[in-house]
């Protein structure tokens, strides 16, 4: 055998004995076992690891195991944490245009609109996608896990029953806003710590999806549930920038695929776990429930306007252009 051959024989014979290597692809969740973010991640996963064979393997960290939001969210900009959800009621000190996500009454009540535009709307994957990565985050998707809702010591029927409330918001200096808007006493904290705040009467109230009110128990130390639908409750995939332009092309590709397959897997699966876990809580307790009329909902929509411009005021030129092309795209 000439050399030359015999040189590529031993290597094609040494590369089929090499294990195939394996990539370790970590995913960080603001949420815990069973919630909206898990169903998300754990479908995630299955269908990577099922489509690139062995090639890559998906970890899975719900809230708690890596810190708080905002922790998550600078793990991804470092690159320690591959996948992570980063929602813009936490990340709105970060990336000021995804405050757009905390203005109430924006947003149309029709779901078939709602998962048009949070799949493919232009506005948010480009311009609110741009912003996402001047700050090193990749926004893959944006995810609706349900309509906000208000738990409180009392009925919220009018901007006056917010009067000195002290009410847990996210962090984002626009949702606190919102809440002082209406007369409230919004008190940003940690999601981990609700709970006991509201036990131990540090705060009167909380506002966040029926699956979550259920899955953390708020509901047990609440008297009245308020759904006013004033805000779906979003949140955003992001991965870290480095890490994803540097796959080769067929992983990159996997990665959008499964985005998409995903976009209705979730939009569906976040109906059925919030009627579940609402007919969940009737069961279990004895918290009253209460819907807003159109008047009702009416008169905090006239408070919230003014807040479409102090966005603008917060997230710039920017933030003018998400506004103006979302409500384009309704
Ligand atoms: O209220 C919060 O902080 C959290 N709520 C939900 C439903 N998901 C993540 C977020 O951190």
């Known amino acids: 055998m000439r050399p030359i051959l015999a040189l590529l024989l031993l290597l094609a014979l040494a590369g089929c004995g090499q294990e195939p290597q394996t990539r370790q692809w970590r995913f960080a969740l603001e949420e ?21 064979d062995g090639e890559v393997e998906v970890a899975i960290y719900p809230y708690g195991s890596l810190g708080t939001s905002a922790d998550v969210t600078e793990q991804v900009q470092n690159g320690a944490v591959e996948f992570a959800f980063a929602s813009p009621g936490h990340l709105g000190a970060v990336v000021p245009e995804s405050q757009v996500f905390s203005l109430h009454f924006l947003f149309p009540r029709d779901e ?22 001047d700050k090193d985050l990749a926004l893959l998707a944006v995810v609706h896990e349900g ?42 904290m940690p999601y981990g710590e609700v709970y006991s705040a509201l036990q131990l009467n540090m705060i009167d109230a909380q506002v966040n999806p029926v699956f979550a009110i259920e899955e953390m128990s708020f509901y047990e130390v609440q008297e009245v549930m308020t759904f006013a639908d004033h805000l779906p409750f979003v949140s955003t995939v992001v991965a870290n920038p480095a890490f994803l332009e540097g796959l080769p092309r067929p992983l990159r590709e996997t990665v959008r695929e499964v985005k998409a397959r995903l976009d209705d897997y ?20 004895d918290i009253e429930i209460v819907r807003l009329t159109a008047d009702q909902r009416r008169a905090f929509a006239e408070r919230a306007g003014p807040l479409r411009q102090r966005y ?13 092309g979302l409500e384009g795209e309704f």
């Open 32 to 52: 815990i076992e069973g919630s909206v973010q898990h169903a998300y991640a754990k479908r995630f996963k299955e269908l990577v690891e099922k489509r690139t």
């Open 147 to 188: 309509w906000m809702v208000w738990t409180a010591d009392r009925a919220l029927k009018t901007p006056a029953d917010f009067d000195g409330l002290k009410i847990r918001t996210m962090v984002s200096p626009l949702l606190l806003e919102a809440y002082r808007a209406y007369g409230a006493n919004p008190t940003p």
């Open 266 to 285: 979730i939009f569906e699966l976040q109906a059925d776990y919030n009627a579940e876990r609402l007919a969940r809580i009737r069961e279990q307790g």
């Open 112 to 133: 078939q609109a709602l998962q048009r535009v949070f799949s493919e709307s232009p506005t948010l994957y480009g311009v609110l996608g741009q912003a996402y990565r």
């Open 312 to 324: 603008v005021e917060l997230a710039g030129e920017r933030g003018r252009r998400i506004l103006e």
